[in-house]
C-alpha cells in the first residue's frame, strides 16, 4: 500500500515496534495523525463523535499561515515541516492542495515575519497595490489546501492505510486502557476537558461567508487588526471571505450583521467580490491556548500523547505536529 504525497523518511515500525493507538478526534489533526502513525506500521483507530466534514476542521479558510499561533522553536519546527509536506501534496492530483500566490497585509511599524524564513517566494509587496492604512505587505506563494477536497483525500488516505473509524464519544481515557496501547488526544476545543486539569484551551470565534468566484485566484489576508479581520480565499468555485476573531466566544449561530461587515470589508479589499451571490456560510470555534499542547501526559490508564490547542493554524501546524506525534511514539510516548 502506498499513501501519495509523502516523502519517504526512516524506516516503517517493525512488527515489534508496531503498537496500538487510538486517535482520539477526526479533525485535521487527528486524520493526519493517524495517517502518519498508520503509515509508521501501526494499527490505528480514530474515535470521534463528529465526523470529519462537521469539525472546526472543515470551515477552515485554509491557507498554511501561522494565524493566532505562538511564536516557539516548537511551532517554527512544525511550520517549515507542514509547509514542506504541502508543497509535496500540491504535486499530487486530488489532494486538494495547491501552491498559490497571495498577498500578506501588515499594520503594524514592526510586523512579525519569521514565517517567511520557509517560503522562498516571499517578497516585499508593492505599496500601491496595498490598501489604506496598511504599513506594508508581504507578495508569497503559500500552500493554499482546498478544504471540501483535501479532508476527503486525506481520510481516503487513512482508509487505504487500514485505519479504522467509529462514531462515539470518549467520556473518560480509562475506556480506551485495553484496546489501545497508546492514546492521542486530537479532540481541539475538548482537549483540556478530556485530560482533565487544562482548562487553558478557549474559543477563538470565526465566522465566514463564501460567495461565487468571480474568477479570483490571489488570495489576500488582513488580519493584523482583530476587531477588522479579513481575508478573501477564492477556490475552485467560490471564495472563502472572513472574518471574526472573537476570543472566549462560543456562540455557533451566524450572525447577520456581522456578516454584512465582513463582506463590506472584503469588498473594499477585493472589489471584484462585491455584489457576488452568498452561497453559503459558517461559523467555527479555533482551539487556542497560549501554547499548543504537543507532549506525553503521564499518570494515566495507559501512554497518552496530547496534541491539541492549534488556535488558527491547525491545518497549518497539522504534518509538523504528525511527525513529533510519531516520533513520540516510538519512543514510548515520551
Ligand atoms: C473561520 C476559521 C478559519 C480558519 N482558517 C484557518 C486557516 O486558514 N489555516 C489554518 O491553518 N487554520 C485555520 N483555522 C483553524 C483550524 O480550523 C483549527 O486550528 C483546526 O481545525 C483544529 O483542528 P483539530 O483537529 O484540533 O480540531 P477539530 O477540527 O475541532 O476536531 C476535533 C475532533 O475531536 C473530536 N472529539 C473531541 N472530544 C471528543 C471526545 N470526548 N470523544 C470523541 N471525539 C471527540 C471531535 O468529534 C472532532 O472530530 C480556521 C478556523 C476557523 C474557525
Known amino acids: 500500500m502506498s ?4 516523502t519517504e523518511r526512516g524506516d516503517v515500525a517493525s512488527p515489534s515496534d508496531s503498537k496500538r493507538v487510538t486517535v482520539v478526534g477526526a479533525g485535521v489533526i487527528g486524520l493526519t495523525t493517524a495517517v502518519e502513525l498508520a503509515r509508521d506500521g501501526h494499527d490505528v483507530t480514530v474515535v470521534a463523535d463528529v465526523d470529519t ?10 491557507l498554511w499561515f501561522p494565524y493566532r499561533a505562538e ?3 516548537v511551532v517554527r519546527d512544525l511550520l517549515r515541516t507542514s509547509f514542506e509536506r504541502f508543497a509535496a501534496l500540491s504535486e499530487v492530483a486530488d489532494s486538494g492542495v495547491e501552491m498559490r500566490a497571495g498577498t500578506v497585509v501588515e499594520r503594524s511599524a514592526a510586523p512579525d515575519r519569521s514565517w517567511t524564513e520557509f517560503v522562498p517566494s516571499a517578497a516585499e509587496a508593492d505599496p500601491f497595490l496595498l490598501p489604506a492604512g496598511a504599513t506594508s505587505g508581504i507578495r508569497a506563494t503559500l500552500p493554499f489546501i482546498v478544504i471540501p477536497a483535501y479532508l476527503p483525500w486525506l481520510r ?24 489501545a496501547d ?11 476537558e478530556l485530560l482533565g486539569g487544562d482548562a487553558d484551551v478557549v474559543p477563538v470565534r470565526g465566522q465566514v461567508v463564501r460567495v461565487a468566484n468571480p ?5 489576500i489576508t488582513d488580519t493584523d487588526d482583530p476587531e477588522r479581520v479579513t481575508y478573501v480565499f477564492p477556490r475552485r468555485d467560490d471564495v472563502v471571505v ?3 476573531s472573537i476570543d472566549g466566544s462560543w456562540d455557533l449561530e451566524v450572525d447577520v450583521d456581522t456578516e454584512r461587515a465582513i463582506l ?8 471584484a467580490i462585491a455584489g457576488s451571490p452568498v452561497v453559503g456560510r459558517a461559523v467555527g470555534l479555533r482551539p487556542a491556548r497560549p501554547s499548543i499542547r504537543l507532549e506525553p501526559v503521564a499518570g494515566r490508564e495507559l501512554p497518552v500523547i496530547a496534541a491539541y490547542g492549534h488556535g488558527g493554524a491547525g491545518v497549518t501546524l497539522s504534518w509538523g505536529t504528525a511527525e513529533r506525534v510519531r516520533a513520540m511514539l516510538r519512543n514510548d510516548g515520551r
Open 3 to 6: 499513501v501519495q504525497g509523502h
Open 53 to 62: 466534514m462537521q469539525t472546526v476542521s472543515s470551515v477552515s479558510a485554509a
Open 71 to 73: 511564536r516557539s522553536p
Open 156 to 179: 481516503a488516505q487513512a482508509s487505504v492505510l487500514g485505519v479504522a473509524f467509529e462514531h462515539r464519544t470518549v467520556q473518560h481515557l480509562g475506556e480506551l486502557a485495553g484496546h
Open 182 to 192: 497508546a492514546a492521542v488526544i486530537a479532540a481541539g476545543i475538548r482537549g483540556g
Open 215 to 219: 474568477g479570483l485566484t490571489d488570495w
Open 242 to 244: 472572513g472574518g471574526t
Open 264 to 271: 463590506e470589508r472584503a469588498a473594499a479589499l477585493v472589489p
